[in-house]
């Protein structure tokens, strides 16, 4: 059973960063799993906001962080980190972790079947 947990979240000023860390473990096959970060803000749906491959070759992101957020993986740590820069009050939500060894399109949700918890990011203008 794979197990993930979130941390580093925060509430920051809009123009600032957060990094987000998410530690992975129960994984039969590290490399066999997408891994991406998804987030939830109150009345809305929950978005993909990033992804990568199980050997760090591709990563996808969500039209509105591209070029603000970087997320990257550690296979060796069984983490997964995003990196959060120039953040705007709209970036704020519950982000979650989220992998699956399923194929499908990276942001729909309904692929992935491990979730973290999430960790709150607010952004104040």
């Known amino acids: 059973q794979v197990q993930l947990a979130e941390s580093g979240g925060g509430s920051v000023h809009a123009g600032g960063s957060l990094r987000l860390s998410c530690e992975a473990s129960?994984?039969?096959?590290?490399?066999?799993?997408?891994m991406a970060w998804f987030r939830q803000a109150p009345g809305k749906e929950r978005e993909g906001v990033a992804a990568i491959e199980g050997r760090g070759l591709g990563t996808y992101y969500a039209d509105s962080v591209k070029g603000r957020f970087t997320v990257s993986r550690d296979n060796a740590k069984n983490t997964l980190s995003l990196q959060m820069n120039s953040l705007k009050p709209e970036d704020t939500a519950m982000y979650y972790c989220?992998?699956?060894?399923?194929?499908?399109?990276?942001?729909?949700?309904?692929?992935?079947?491990?979730w973290g918890r999430g960790t709150q990011v607010t952004v104040s203008s």
């Open positions: 129960g994984y039969t096959s590290r490399t066999a799993y997408i």
């Open positions: 989220a992998t699956t060894s399923n194929g499908g399109l990276w942001s729909s949700a309904s692929v992935y079947n491990y």
